[in-house]
Structure formats: C-alpha cells, structure tokens
C-alpha cells in the first residue's frame, strides 16, 4: 500500500475541521431562535374581594317572624335581611323602613309596627275628641322614633323641620334606631340637644 505524504494528511484534517465549524456555524445560525418564549399571561379575576367573600352580620328585630342575628353577603340590602328574619308580619309599617338601603355590619334593623289612629269612644265628649290637645311642641307621650312623622319630630321641643328631616334620613339609612342614645348620632343633635330629648323620645 503506498505511504500516504504528512503534508496530505494534515491538508485533509485542517479541511475537516474547518468542514465541521462551518456545520456548526450554520446549524447555530438557521437552527431554532434563542429568544426566551414569553410567558402566558396569568388571568386575574376581578370578582373575589367584592361581595363573595366577606359577609355582615346584623340584628333583625321588631315585626319579623323570625327576629335574631343573621350574617349576610357584604353588600346585602334591607330587604334581604327582613327576607332572612322570616318577612314581615302584617301588622309592619316598611313604609318607615329604607328597605334599599345597605345593612352594615353590627347594625340592628328595626321594623316597627304599623300605628293605626285610635278613633275616639262613642259619646265622649265633641268630634273632636274626648283629650285635650298637647300643647304646641310638647307632644302628650314619648314619640317613637322609628315610626314618627316629620311632623311628629318637628313639634318635638329644640327640633326643627331641618333637624327632623336629617332624623328621617339616618333613620332609613340605618334601618331604624336602636337605642334614644343613637340619636346623638344625627348630625346637628349634640349632648345639651340630645338630653332635652331623652323625655320626649322612645324606641
């Protein structure tokens, strides 16, 4: 066999090895892209913190069927907090209470009962009554003050039609008051205010 030149041989390497970087170059250049892949984006859903989650708990009383402490959804309205406690009797008067309002957590939602006008007895005395009328401002007994009129609250003695008014909207915004003492919560009703009223109020 003839001998193969040195010279030939190494040729034929450093032709090889130059063939073989060449592969290499090329198979990193057109081969798949060294970009990192994004990764997919994460859904966040909206819906968790709202009203899911959380609850209220509040106290129904007054004319329900079932009066007690119920935990609601947060968010919950009046309305689905009587609905819990049974509904209203028939004797209820909802027209006192802001039935759209939103319960608030340790709150108590007062139903009152209807207040029907006694019609006087039978030949005691004029048409007009056998009682004497309450003097002007000063009403003959305690006025409730979750079934009081605007008129009713404003004869009371140191209120106003202003005052009485913003004791109508905390009331339909509170669903009622559960205590004379949370008459000091109205705005423009302070302590010397709210003493004068203690004689004159009821719940």
Same mark, same amino acid.
């Given at each position: 066999?003839?001998?193969?030149? @040195?010279?030939?041989?190494?040729? =034929?390497?450093?032709?090889?090895? /130059?063939? /073989?970087?060449? #592969?290499? =170059?090329? &198979?990193?250049?057109?081969?798949? +892209? ?13 819906? #968790? +913190?709202?009203?899911? $989650?959380?609850?209220? &708990?509040?106290?129904? *009383? ?12 947060? $968010? *919950? ?9 049974? #509904? ?10 802001? !039935? ?5 957590? #340790?709150?108590?939602? !007062? ?16 048409? $007009? ?27 009371? @003695? ?5 005052? *009485? ?12 008051? +559960? @205590? &004379? ?13 709210? *003493?004068? !009223? ?6």
């Amino acid at each position: 066999m003839p001998e193969i030149p @040195s010279r030939a041989v190494a040729g =034929w390497v450093v032709a090889a090895v /130059a063939v /073989a970087l060449l #592969g290499v =170059w090329l &198979v990193s250049r057109d081969g798949p +892209g060294t970009e990192p892949v994004p990764a997919p984006a994460i859904k966040v859903s909206e819906g #968790g +913190g709202g009203g899911g $989650g959380a609850a209220v &708990v509040v106290h129904v *009383a007054g004319e329900v069927r079932a009066a007690g402490v119920y935990r609601l959804r947060a $968010g *919950a309205r009046v309305s689905d907090a009587v609905e819990r406690a049974g #509904g209203a009797t028939r004797r209820a008067d909802l027209s006192q209470v802001n !039935l759209a309002a939103k319960v608030e957590d #340790g709150r108590q939602i !007062l139903v009152p009962r209807r207040v029907t006008a006694s019609a006087p007895a039978a030949g005691a005395g004029s048409a $007009g009554g056998s009682s004497a009328p309450a003097a002007p401002g000063q009403p003959a007994v305690p006025v409730n003050l979750n079934t009081a009129t605007l008129e009713q609250l404003d004869a009371l @003695s140191g209120v106003g039609p202003v005052t *009485a008014q913003k004791i109508i909207d905390y009331r339909e915004e509170h669903g009622g008051f +559960g @205590s &004379v003492e949370e008459l000091g919560q109205v705005p423009g009703i302070g302590d010397v205010r709210l *003493a004068s !009223l203690r004689e004159q109020v009821r719940v």
